[in-house]
């Protein structure tokens, strides 16, 4: 047993490695426990065991393998860092434990794996698990197939990643093993349960006997969706919502989950092996399929056929293939073999899916063309290759196609095609379905809808209907405003029939819009030039607009109350609309409107005005008016006064009523008849522009200007263009149909009349205002001269921005995002202008002969092909997207071999770039990826050409048709170094300005992964570079999850790499204009800078106010959104004026309690606490949107834009701001300190300067203010700037170390002093030697003060310093030293503790070589009391790195400071023993004869005014360490952070917390501090007191001194707080209870008492609970008793102890009750015994084992009712239910029987009989030992006897009653008996229990006792003379008026019988220092200034106290 004690020493860590197994076996059973403790998952303990999991799981025993398993269970489930050990742990799970023949050892094992998934590391779990499938011992094998069946059944396939287990299954039914093939069986049928038919395919080759039970076992299976019942710790969202669900019975949980249900189906592809076919074609395939045999072509197809028939087809060139097959279905006469190339196409198109996208734009205009043949099978066989085609692409790259064949002749095709769009809708979403795309469709179906053939007509019924279905009403109403209502009833008819794909039926449009909204990024909007991308319209089903109502960006946003619903109205005849006006107008004016009297019609006009205005909008016949307008005159009036009057009713009207279009159209005509007109032209106008608010501008402009140009009179055309452009400009551009009248437009740039071009021409610089260049395109073939007019007015033009718009139908009223301003762009919105230009089609152009010349073997006729090609596009300017042939051939010249054709054929396809503008999309993948290839040349003027066409594309198409697909991840896999390295500088470059990308890029990671790890140098540059950029999108947790594939080694660098590019990230761009347009003031600029100038829909606000103030409300989810300024490609050209105007204002806005909030917010853990390695992004996120309310939009964008030049500028904002607008950048000081520890991260040196210089203004601001920081704002900044001290470059280590000067004077030193420690500890050397250096000027400064926690502790850190490596840090380390030796002398050596020979011998030369140079440091020197440095300049008298200078430099500066502080010197003196807090200056009295006729002789007073009780005196000052000087300026939020600190699981933080805490309670000034705190600080109390019970005390590496110092700290505090009554009266009832609870626990822990001192601190706890049981809340803690006193009798595992010593404190209470009871709620306290009694009745209490509860209660009562007779039944108001318990009945009689009694005895006797009765000891015997006792104290010889004997017998009987005995001696007496005890006691504890090293300032109250420095007490009986010094001194303050006698300040008398620990000496101490103090205070009063002198050191025994009281007392005489 020798061997077992000498491991049982061991700690557990090296238990568990030790080599005997029960060493092991032991050290997992203590780990075990262990882990099960730890609260807290990031505690360091877990490091320890990373190393030693694997070995618990691995162990070569079984049975200690058995408890590691459980112990390494444990070790998953609580760690933080367990994740980290998954694969070798799971890898030795299944080799080790799975083979185990003991099944508890493999349902460990299995445990394990599932709790690894639990803690987010599926992946590797199953990864491992696979591995072991493959182990030849089928045990392992059969284990890991159960595993991964238990794993997929709890946690569900979506973290069980299906597709590798289903690989390998079929390979497990093979198996020799009958055991793995029920097991793989079971796998099976789990899997079939998650994703039912999808299983079916990867299993179909399995042996069929085994496919048929399969089958079976499937069928028993139940049809509901399986529910995940396990979570992640991710998931504990779903989790909560999952036991809810369970809760609330499963018949909810159905409806709630279908969603769920859905989205977890597994795609059947997703699980196959995709074939390669290509090389599996016959030799002969492509002679064959042009043979003119059909039967050969029959076989070539047949063949096909056989191939495609596998589900998932590799990837490959299939050009030529489907080239062939599109061959067949279009040419072949043999219909036969039609319908079998359209079904290989359907294959072939299913098997790709994506990847056939690239040959979707080749295939379906054949297809669609053949839809001509009337057999049903070739009819369906092309149904189906069109559908399965249009799964692989968008509707938008065949739109064009499928438009082509929208009215052909044919009604088949147009039947067809319609059939075929209704099928693709049910697959599209609102978002994939935008208005863009949906418009032109509907276009032609409305054609469709009037054909003459049936089936064509119900076909675009059915397509309408599904449309409507899918997008809602309101998106498809308004471009049926033209369809009657019958056709209209029919459309809503089919909407109702469909069913769409992947929805349950019914619901219209709108209820399913949520879902996709939220994933459709720019989905598929046709490509803008450099649009923005769409924010899914569907979102808004609440109103899109209605055609022609999008008059501008405003009147297009505003969904509010009817006006958003477009107002239609039929025409009406004449007839009814006579009768409708006469209704309304009078009479006389219906008559006279034709009269032939001019005046007579001028008359009833102004009849019809007056009407018209008094008539209400409801009532307003607008139709029916303005048909009488236009009766005969109408509007061929002559007189012009009546014409006037004529067209200002109609404005009215327009402007008043519900006016239609069909009213408008009644008055167009004559109102552009008359816009010329000189008299009345003014009028139309405004009618023209009033209709135009009612009908919206983009329709009424179409109207006008074909209504103009169809009439010859030029000056209508000239007035009709100048109107236009004004009302442009008033109602904006959105919406703006420009197609429509462009054409107009150029007929009058050609016209004869000059006015006419001139007014052209400037129409033309208005909407150049609002679409920017490509406006010029339209006109580039005009003559030269007119062509210099307009680039002219476009000159003028340039660098405006277009005003913002005031008009529309509903004014800006609407700030909601447009969705409709964004869909109205399709109209001819500035982003689609590339659409509205005229195209050409060039397909018939691309014969057969130039294709195959561009494919010829001679180069030159190959130059001749691109020749041609190149000149048919110059040609043609403009071209539609088929191009025929032309894309193929163009892409095999890509890689030819002569590179000049590369180049020419690059610079074509910049052509086509240019000339087919955004339906280049359809081309990305056949033309655009190859141009990808070419980056890949090895020569460098080729991929420059590359680079540029690649640009030229993607400023057409956007990017993300180049990320979606494999496409960019098969270009990047190419090993090739100069592809990879240009290819991932593109990408770098275009990421960041992409506000979403498609999910794929995700596949790019294992290649960019591959690439940091690249030969060449210059890749991995490239790729790291690229990191930040990959991540801002895809997100740093993706990012490092994909990492999981690498080895081992390679994955510690990318992870690595991963965490400095997170630092990097870029922030994601803003939305663009519309985005922005969600916060009104900045609506103007974002959608302005949001791309090329086109983009602009004006703002809605108008710009009277400058200011931009972002409303709060808004702002907050703009914040993340908006990051960026700018998006687009180009650069708005047009910003400068308009930014100016938006950024002048002030920038720093003052949210009132902002701060506060964010202080409570990170206090509540709501947000993230400021506090990390490197600012990860979501820390920059949260800033960004706390910043979002303080600062405005613009200056946000800049400081979180990703170029360090908009820093730069953007502190130059900040510092011009600053002065003026200083109370808000203190508002916000938090934040923009924040911002700023970011930059500190930069690398780049000019931001670093800016910021540091910024700073320094700052700080000197604030220090100007006077304003503090808090500790919020300083833990968030201090510690980021210190990294800066040990920069490299001296010029910033220079501006740090000067801010960090001025720091001191808005923070308190001894505060910023713990974070320069923290910084000594850094791995930077000069950072070390800096921190040093400051520490040294620190203390100089502001002496040993600073020093936190302690001097001692402090100085000890600094001294490790002194061995340092590195000479700077040495010598650093050894100059502070010096500092601390100048401040304090010798008393440097204790402080330091133990150095090295070597060290101490630096130490003592540096110190020498100072002295020299040095005058000694005198006694008078005093430190001056402000914290700041005597000298101003003094902190940059700082040393460089050199030694020499700065010594003398320090020299200097010392001797200055020396004088400076003789001449300040104060009346304190710096003592090198004894800090200052606690040292008492008797000098001060005793060379001081001012007073001597002021302060009587102390032996004049007669004996007996001693013995009167002793008042305790208020404290009034006390000096204090700096480090609560702030206490008035940080109070709450200074005590709430250190009362959290009292709780800390830190044994080191907890006691420097408690200590702070005790410096306050001791100070009467500042203890009101806490007031408000107490409940608070009792918790974190109670709650170190259980963490020390359950952890602490259980945990045997820590050393038990420390645990006993903490519960020191513990009582002190307590025993401080508790001598304040006003501040013990603040505990709650709840507090009391478990305070109580928890003392009582510490007393009865019997591991205390084996702790040395261990009774001491016992006895202290006894104390303590007096005082509480006396201080606190008389009622509270009653109360709190009695419920402590109910729950330990309820509960049956506390000890019985426990409620033994519960009722002694209710004893107690009860003994008191006669002084208190007019203190106590008795309503509360009777509540209390009621339910108590309700719980407890009598004979339940009688069946206790104890009766001492029973007669502990009864007499509680009894001692009420006596104490206030039958007025006790009147304090039963709170008891609802008195009937309850007996109480009612027990108080009645108690009344009763005590009303008997009341003559017979005094109450006193009552009370004591009470008592008596109750006593363990026999009354006799008792009287009769006291009585012995205080013999013996009486007499002279037995005094010291009597007195320890009543000590002993006091603490056996902790509760007798001296009373009895004390009550007829003097007062004297019983002081001096008490004294006695209290000195009795406090020897017998020996030094006291607390010893100074605990931390916490020793302080002269009855709380501590005196430390060994404090005066001994000796035990002869010299302390009775100190106490009657005590006495006497107390008296001479009385006379002197000293004393506190308010009744605030009363204490309780000392004679009070409490044992107390504090010795008399302590006593003494006190009262002198009061007396020093208060004399001091009279001094003042006085005006005497003698200026004392001084002596030696404060006083170091009793005698010398005694001879200087004596000095005073002669003195005074």
Not at 45 to 73: C, H, I, M, P
Not at 106 to 122: F, H, N, P, T, V
Not at 158 to 166: D, M, N
């Amino acid at each position: 047993m020798g061997d077992d004690s000498e491991w049982m020493k061991l700690p557990i860590d090296q238990k568990c490695e030790h080599k005997i197994w029960k060493a092991r076996l032991n050290g997992y059973e203590e780990a075990l426990k262990l882990f099960q403790r730890i609260e807290d998952e990031k505690s360091p303990e877990w490091g320890k065991y990373l190393g030693l999991v694997k070995r618990f799981v691995t162990d070569s025993n079984a049975v200690a393998q058995l408890k590691g398993l459980e112990a390494a269970l444990a070790y998953i489930e609580n760690a933080h860092v367990a994740g980290k050990t998954t694969g070798e742990v799971v890898s030795g799970v299944v080799c080790k434990v799975f083979n185990q023949p003991k099944a508890r050892a493999k349902e460990l094992g299995s445990d394990i794996c599932l709790m690894y998934i639990e803690i987010e590391k599926a992946e590797v779990v199953q990864d491992e698990l696979i591995k072991g499938l493959d182990n030849k011992n089928p045990k392992i094998v059969v284990t890991c197939l159960e595993t991964l069946r238990k794993a997929l059944c709890e946690f569900g396939s979506k973290i069980i990643t299906l597709k590798p287990v289903v690989k390998v299954l079929p390979k497990q039914f093979e198996s020799r093993e009958k055991a793995v093939r029920d097991e793989a069986k079971l796998l099976a049928v789990e899997i079939y349960r998650w994703i039912r038919d999808a299983l079916r395919a990867p299993l179909q080759n399995i042996n069929s006997v085994q496919l048929k039970d399969l089958e079976e076992e499937w069928l028993k299976l139940p049809t509901t969706a399986p529910k995940q019942t396990r979570f992640l710790r991710s998931q504990q969202d779903l989790k909560a919502k999952f036991e809810q669900q369970q809760a609330a019975g499963g018949d909810e949980a159905d409806g709630d989950n279908d969603e769920e249900a859905e989205i977890a189906q597994v795609d059947p592809y997703e699980l196959l092996e995709a074939v390669e076919i290509l090389s599996k074609l016959p030799k002969d395939f492509y002679e064959k399929i042009e043979a003119k045999k059909w039967q050969e072509r029959k076989e070539a197809l047949e063949a096909v056929e056989t191939l495609t028939k596998n589900p998932k087809l590799e990837n490959g060139d299939y050009g030529d293939l489907v080239r062939a097959l599109k061959k067949v279905i279009g040419k072949d006469a043999n219909v036969m073999l039609v319908a079998m190339a359209a079904k290989c196409l359907a294959a072939l198109a299913a098997g790709l899916r994506k990847k056939f996208g690239t040959y979707a734009g080749l295939v379906v205009p054949t297809i669609l063309e053949k839809f001509k043949e009337k057999k049903p099978q070739v009819v369906q066989a092309l149904q189906e290759a069109i559908d399965a085609v249009f799964l692989t692409t968008t509707l938008q790259n065949i739109s064009e196609d499928v438009l082509s064949v929208m009215d052909n002749k044919n009604p088949s095709i147009k039947q067809q095609a319609s059939l075929f769009l209704a099928r693709s809708f049910c697959r599209c979403t609102p978002s994939t379905l935008p208005k863009s795309v949906l418009k032109p469709f509907c276009a032609a179906f409305l054609k469709q809808v009037n054909d003459s053939a049936p089936e064509v007509r119900d076909a675009a019924f059915e397509a309408l209907g599904t449309a409507m279905k899918v997008v809602g009403e309101k998106a498809v109403n308004p471009f049926l405003t033209d369809v009657d209502k019958l056709k209209l009833d029919k459309i809503k008819e089919c909407a109702d029939k469909v069913e769409l794909v992947g929805k349950k039926g019914g619901g219209s449009g709108g209820e399913k819009k949520e879902k996709p909204a939220a994933k459709a990024p720019s989905v598929e909007a046709p490509a803008k030039p450099s649009g923005p991308s769409k924010k899914a319209p569907p979102a808004k089903a609440a109103g899109p607009p209605k055609k022609g109502k999008p008059a501008s960006a405003p009147s297009a946003k505003s969904k509010k109350g009817p006006d958003a619903k477009e107002f239609v109205e039929t025409e009406l005849s004449l007839e009814v609309c006579e009768e409708k006006a006469s209704a309304v107008l009078p009479a006389s004016c219906m008559q006279l409107l034709d009269s032939g009297n001019w005046k007579e019609r001028l008359a009833s006009m102004e009849e019809f005005q007056r009407a018209v205005e008094q008539m209400d909008k409801s009532e307003m016949p607008c139709q029916a008016l303005v048909r009488m307008l236009a009766k005969k005159p109408g509007w061929k009036e002559t007189n012009f006064q009546v014409m006037q009057m004529k067209l200002h009713v109609v404005g009215l009207i327009a402007q008043k009523g519900l006016f239609s279009k069909t009213s408008a159209l009644v008055v167009l005509d004559g109102l552009v008849d008359k816009v010329g007109d000189v008299k009345c032209g003014s009028n139309a106008k405004e009618a023209l522009t009033a209709i135009g608010e009612a009908c919206s501008l983009p329709w009424i402009a179409e109207q006008v200007v074909s209504l103009a140009f169809a009439q010859k009179n030029p000056k209508n055309q000239a007035e009709t263009l100048n109107w236009l452009a004004n009302a442009m400009k008033e109602f904006g551009f959105a919406g703006i149909n420009v197609k429509a009248f462009i054409n107009n437009v150029k007929t009058a740039l050609g016209a004869t009349n000059p006015a006419v071009r001139t007014s052209a021409i400037a129409l033309l610089g208005v909407m150049y205002l609002y679409m920017g260049a490509p406006l010029r395109m339209f006109f580039e073939d005009e003559k030269p001269a007119l062509l210099q007019q307009i680039n002219a007015e476009f000159e003028k033009m340039q660098g405006q921005s277009p005003p913002a718009p005031f008009r529309g139908a509903k004014k800006a009223g609407a700030e909601e995002e447009g969705d409709v301003a964004e869909e109205e762009e399709v109209d001819g919105g500035p982003g689609d202008i590339m659409d509205l230009l005229p195209r050409t089609d060039i397909s018939d152009k691309i014969t057969y002969d130039m294709v195959s010349k561009i494919s010829d073997k001679n180069w030159k006729v190959r130059k001749e092909g691109l020749d041609e090609v190149a000149a048919i596009i110059s040609e043609a300017k403009f071209i539609q997207p088929s191009i025929g042939e032309l894309p193929m051939a163009l892409k095999g010249r890509l890689n030819d071999s002569n590179k000049l054709l590369v180049q020419q054929t690059l610079n074509i396809l910049q052509q086509i770039a240019t000339a087919m503008g955004p339906s280049l999309k359809q081309h990305v993948r056949n033309l655009g990826i190859p141009v990808i290839t070419v980056l890949g040349d090895s020569k460098a003027n080729v991929r420059a050409a590359a680079m540029t066409t690649l640009n030229a594309w993607v400023e057409q198409t956007g990017m993300k048709e180049w990320l979606e697909g494999e496409d960019l991840s098969e270009e990047l896999k190419k090993e090739n170094p100069f592809l990879r390295q240009e290819l991932l500088g593109w990408l770098a470059e275009k990421l960041p300005t992409l506000r979403t990308v498609p999910s794929d890029l995700m596949l790019c990671l294992p290649n960019l992964y591959a690439c940091l790890e690249d030969r060449s140098g210059d890749v991995r540059k490239k790729a790291q570079d690229a990191l930040p950029t990959f991540m801002m999108h895809l997100g740093y947790e993706k990012m490092v999850k994909a990492t999981s594939k690498l080895k081992p080694a390679s994955k510690d660098q990318v992870v690595g790499m991963l965490e400095k590019a997170r630092a990097l990230m870029p922030a994601k761009p803003a939305a663009p204009g519309k985005a922005a347009a969600s916060k009104p003031a900045s609506s103007a600029p974002a959608a302005k800078q949001a791309s090329a100038p086109a983009r602009n829909q004006s703002p809605s606000e108008d710009f009277s106010e400058p200011e931009p103030k972002p409303d709060t409300k808004k702002s907050k989810p703009a914040g993340p959104a908006a990051k960026k300024g700018v998006v687009g490609k180009k650069p708005p050209v047009k910003a400068g004026a308009k930014d100016e105007e938006d950024r002048s204002g002030p920038i720093f806005i003052l949210v009132p309690n902002a701060k506060e909030q964010r202080i409570k917010e990170e206090k509540g853990l709501k947000i993230l606490k400021w506090n990390f390695m490197t600012p990860r992004d979501e820390y920059v996120e949260q800033l960004k949107t706390q910043m979002s309310t303080c600062l405005p939009k613009w200056l946000q964008d800049e400081l979180f834009h990703f170029d360090f030049q908009r820093h730069v500028k953007a502190i130059g904002v900040m510092i011009e701001h600053m002065e003026p607008e200083c109370d808000a950048v203190i508002s916000c000081l938090d934040l923009v300190l924040k911002w700023f520890t970011l930059r500190f991260f930069d690398t780049n040196t000019s931001v670093l300067m800016k910021v540091l210089e910024f700073l320094k203004l700052l700080f000197t601001m604030l220090s100007r203010k006077n304003y503090q920081l808090s500790d919020y704002e300083a833990s968030s900044f201090i510690p980021y700037l210190i990294l800066k001290v040990g920069e490299s470059k001296d010029v910033v280590r220079k501006d740090v170390r000067a801010i960090l000067t001025m720091l001191c004077k808005v923070y308190a030193a001894s505060k910023v002093f713990p974070f320069l420690m923290d910084g000594t500890k850094s791995k930077n050397s000069k950072q070390r030697s800096e921190c040093l250096e400051e520490l040294g000027c620190l203390i100089e400064n502001f002496g040993m003060n600073v020093c936190q926690p302690t001097p001692a502790k402090a100085l000890k850190e600094i001294g490790i310093h002194i061995g340092d490596r590195d000479t700077t840090v040495r010598n650093a380390a050894l100059n502070t030293v010096v500092a601390v030796y100048n401040t304090c002398g010798e008393q440097v050596f204790k402080l330091i503790g133990n150095l090295s020979e070597k060290e101490m011998s630096m130490l003592e030369e540096r110190i020498k070589r100072s002295a020299k140079k040095t005058p000694a440091p005198s006694t008078k020197q005093e430190r001056p009391q402000r914290e700041q440095p005597t000298n101003p300049n003094a902190t940059f008298l700082r040393k460089p790195a050199q030694e020499e200078v700065p010594n003398k430099l320090k020299i200097m500066y010392r001797t200055y400071r020396i004088q400076a502080r003789a001449q300040n010197a104060h009346l304190e003196q710096s003592s090198a023993s004894i800090p200052k807090e606690f040292q008492l200056d008797l000098d001060v009295f005793e060379n001081n004869h001012t007073c001597a006729s002021e302060i009587p002789d102390l032996v004049q007073h007669k004996l007996d005014e001693v013995l009167e009780p002793v008042m305790i005196p208020e404290r009034k000052i006390r000096s204090v360490s700096p480090h609560f000087d702030d206490i008035h300026n940080s109070t709450a939020s200074t005590i709430n952070f250190v009362i959290s600190q009292v709780a800390s699981g830190d044994i080191n933080t907890s006691i420097q917390a408690l200590a702070q805490i005790d410096e306050v309670l001791r100070q009467a000034d500042k203890a009101e501090a806490m007031s408000g705190h107490i409940d608070q600080f009792l918790i974190a109390t109670f709650m170190q007191l259980r963490l020390i019970y359950n952890t602490h005390m259980a945990d045997d590496r820590l050393d038990k001194k420390d645990v006993f110092k903490l519960y020191s700290c513990i009582i002190g505090n307590m025993l401080s707080l508790f001598s304040m009554e006003s501040l013990a009266r603040e505990a709650s009832m709840g507090v009391l209870k478990d305070l109580m609870h928890g003392l009582i626990t510490l007393m009865l822990d019997s591991r205390v008492e084996d702790i040395e001192d261990g009774q001491q601190l016992i006895r202290s706890v006894n104390l303590l609970m007096v005082r509480v049981l006396e201080k606190s809340d008389q009622t509270n803690i009653l109360s709190a008793l009695l419920v402590l006193l109910q729950d330990s009798l309820i509960s049956t595992a506390g000890s019985p102890m426990f409620s033994e010593l519960v009722m002694k404190c209710l004893w107690r209470m009860i003994r008191f009750l006669p002084q208190t009871i007019n203190s106590i709620n008795l309503d509360r306290i009777l509540l209390d015994v009621h339910n108590f009694m309700k719980v407890f009745p009598k004979e339940k209490l009688k069946q206790l084992k104890s009766d001492v509860p029973h007669r502990t209660l009864k007499t509680l009562l009894h001692t009420l009712c006596r104490l206030t007779g039958s007025k006790i039944l009147d304090h039963m108001s709170m008891i609802e239910n008195r009937n309850e318990s007996e109480l009612e009945a027990h108080l009645r009689r108690v009344v009763k029987h005590s009303v008997n009694l009341s003559g017979l005895k005094s109450d006193k006797s009552t009370e004591k009989g009470a008592l008596r009765s109750d006593d363990k000891v026999i009354k006799a015997k008792v009287s009769d030992i006291l009585s012995e006792i205080f013999k013996k104290i009486g007499s002279k010889e037995n005094t010291k006897e009597g007195l320890t004997e009543l000590y002993e017998y006091k603490q056996k009987y902790s509760d007798a009653d001296l009373e009895p005995f004390l009550r007829n001696t003097s007062q004297f007496f019983q002081s001096y008996v008490e004294r006695g005890l209290r000195m009795i006691e406090s020897e017998r504890e020996g030094k006291g229990r607390i010893q100074t090293s605990t931390g916490i300032p020793q302080h002269s109250t009855d709380s501590y006792l005196p430390s060994s420095s404090a005066v001994p007490v000796s035990s002869n009986g010299e302390d009775l003379n100190a106490a009657a010094y005590y006495e006497r001194l107390k008296i001479l303050r009385q006379r002197r008026g000293l004393e506190n006698s308010t009744p605030e300040e009363d204490r309780p008398p000392l004679s009070s019988l409490r044992p107390s620990v504090a010795s008399s000496t302590d006593m003494l101490h006190s009262k002198l220092s009061q007396l020093k103090e208060s004399r001091e205070h009279f001094q003042q009063e006085q005006s005497h200034s003698h200026s004392p002198t001084r002596s030696s050191s404060p006083a170091s025994n009793l005698d010398d106290l005694k001879k200087r009281l004596e000095r005073i007392k002669s003195n005074r005489q």
